[in-house]
């Protein structure tokens, strides 16, 4: 019988039932125990946990060492069960995913089937990676607390959608053996979609069907507080639920006003309600060096691939939840189980102030974007931390050191520099671009974002701003499905061009007027461009022969003095180019009318300022 590593560890005891606390003779390692210890827990949320005589006790649960997440099939059984037996409750399928699963969410509220829009709406979503399926359990728990066990009163003044699983098909690739550094539960969902894709890198690009839904789930119900539930790889530390988002602790943001909510009213109001509640909140760790814990930590990125990123950009306030994945599995969704509840109540009492932050957000057209962060080499500030304390040990198999944690809190508390990130690109904000009709696949994808656009109705032709890229590279390997194209400088040319009918003006002056311009700019590294979605404007069509080329070359420069000088300097300049016949005639080739005008064109036009 094959052991999970995890089952050793529930609580920092080692089950005394159903698992044995040596391997069977002849176990393979990866059925031994090699995961560092957690520290003993014994946290006020654990009441929350019902009984197995609770006719709705779920799975999770009823589950002798709380260390078990339920099958999709089961997960929505259960749901269903719950749909009929309270009002409060109801299930809605917002998608079908590639191998035909439908995509649910579960609605809690006591508006029946249309809901209030003057109610804040909290938005939850589970098993972006299904591994990390926290809350999908702890929302099993919390929605069957308000249909019977008195926390109704939670939806007097606030309405909640969950949704348990998103990635449903990665959920059913199960098994023991998918996160190998994080602590249960015993069988485990897919990190990577049935097309072998990350949804949280699909927040722009918009590839997935899982990702298609939720973008029109959540035009339907635009919630005013979307917290994305994820479980961490690396380190080891005290805390237990992490969370964080773009703009936190005053660090350059999008959307400035939902992050000093965030800042100045959740984070103090959660951080509160989880430690009464036994669990000890932290803010999102990424460490930058693995091998030493105390080199500091950074932001993780700021980029509109990732949820938070996109909800920066878009003026949705976005939480990132990652609960540590050396903790406990129960550890961790007993204390998503508290965060989604106190999200809730804070909601309901300070949800007009939150729609307020998000109204001035929404309302701001600043005239420079700025694009592409990178990690930036000086600290923001230094950061106290929570450490579990560790050793050094000299490893055979590594042949270095390597680090032993410990399993235990270190007294002394860790001052450690945070790394944030810095844009290393500004855009400028055009009044509007405009996008040929040809492109319906990029038309499609602004829709689904919720982007106005303006459609043509006739064959028009305007005066606008094309651009030219400068030497685009296209990437060595594939990234999610794609060859990703980047492009550093671009050259623009003020021309006449006709779109047809069925071409949309993409207005910059609107709500999501940040996210076009992070869309549409080949040289942002979030673009559809830079994800390799116009790949076609890197074809060059027609070519010349060297006989044809070199003596119309020389006319050239006979007939005009300037153009020989140039073509002289650039000689004398450049030695590489001197000596490479082909770039020599390439040369003369672009600068005479039979070279292919449409090449390196990018068929997406600003709209020229009047």
């Known amino acids: 019988m094959l052991i999970a590593a995890s089952a050793l560890f529930a609580f920092g005891a080692p089950a005394m039932a159903q698992t044995p606390l040596s391997p069977p003779a002849g176990a393979a390692p990866w059925d031994q125990p090699f995961l560092p210890p957690a520290p003993h827990w014994q946290g006020a949320s654990q009441a929350l946990i019902r009984d197995k005589a609770d006719p709705w006790v779920t799975p999770f649960e009823a589950d002798a060492e709380h260390d078990f997440s339920p099958s999709y099939a089961d997960t929505r059984a259960w749901f269903q069960k719950l749909d009929k037996a309270s009002a409060l409750i109801r299930l809605e399928d917002f998608g079908v995913s590639p191998q035909g699963r439908e995509i649910f969410a579960v609605i809690a509220s006591k508006d029946g089937d249309k809901l209030d829009p003057k109610k804040p709406l909290l938005l939850v979503q589970a098993g972006i990676h299904p591994g990390e399926i926290d809350g999908k359990d702890a929302g099993m728990m919390l929605l069957r607390d308000m249909a019977f066990h008195g926390k109704d009163a939670l939806l007097d003044k606030v309405n909640l959608v969950l949704i348990p699983i998103l990635s449903v098909d990665g959920h059913e690739r199960a098994s023991a053996y998918s996160r190998p550094n994080q602590r249960g539960p015993r069988i485990q969902g897919w990190r990577n979609t049935a097309t072998n894709q990350n949804l949280n890198r699909d927040f722009m690009k918009l590839d997935q069907p899982e990702m298609r839904a939720l973008k029109r789930l959540q035009a339907k119900y635009k919630a005013d507080l ?114 989604i509840e106190t999200a809730l109540k804070l909601l309901a009492e300070q949800g007009g102030d939150l729609r307020k932050a998000i109204a001035a957000d929404s309302a701001l057209r600043p005239t420079e974007i700025p694009a592409n962060f990178v990690a930036d080499p000086k600290p923001a500030y230094m950061r106290a931390f929570k450490g579990i304390r560790y050793e050094y040990y000299d490893s055979p198999a590594s042949g270095r050191k390597e680090v032993r944690w410990l399993g235990e809190p270190d007294p002394e508390i860790w001052n450690v520099p945070f790394y944030g990130s810095k844009p290393s690109l500004t855009l400028k904000r055009p009044a509007a671009y405009y996008v040929p009709s040809h492109r319906a696949d990029i038309i499609e994808r602004l829709k689904l974002h919720g982007v106005a656009l303006e459609t043509l109705t006739a064959d028009k032709t305007l005066k606008v701003e094309m651009i030219r890229l400068v030497e685009p590279k296209i990437a060595p390997r594939a990234n999610e499905g794609h060859v990703q194209i980047s492009v550093e400088n671009v050259t623009t040319e003020a021309r006449d061009w006709t779109f047809p009918k069925g071409s949309v003006r993409v207005s910059t002056d609107q709500p999501l007027g940040d996210l076009v311009v992070l869309l549409l700019e080949p040289q942002s590294s979030e673009s559809l461009f ?68 449409h090449h390196l064109l990018y068929p997406i036009a600003r709209e020229i300022a009047r």
Do not use: C
């Open 226 to 339: 979307y917290v994305d539930v994820h479980v961490t790889d690396g380190m080891d530390y005290q805390y237990d639920v992490t969370y964080g988002f773009n703009g936190e602790n005053g660090v350059w943001n999008r959307s400035p006003a939902i992050a000093k909510w965030l800042d100045g009213v959740l984070k103090p109001v959660m951080n509160k309600g989880l430690e009464a509640e036994g669990h000890i909140p932290g803010e999102l760790v990424f460490g930058i060096d693995e091998h030493n814990p105390k080199a500091g930590f950074s932001d993780g990125g700021l980029g509109e691939r990732f949820s938070n990123g996109w909800g920066a950009a878009a003026h949705v306030p976005t939480i990132l939840i990652e609960n540590h994945s050396l903790k406990p599995h129960a550890q961790r969704v007993l204390g998503t189980y508290v965060f």
């Open 530 to 597: 830079a994800w390799g979605m116009v790949p076609e404007v890197l074809s060059r069509v027609e070519y010349i022969e060297p006989y044809a080329i070199a003596p119309l070359a020389e006319k050239m420069m006979a007939a005009d003095p300037a153009l020989k000088a140039e073509f002289e300097a650039k000689l004398a300049a450049e030695p590489k180019f001197a000596a490479d016949p082909a770039a020599r005639l390439a040369w003369f080739y672009k600068r005479t009318p039979f070279y292919d005008d």
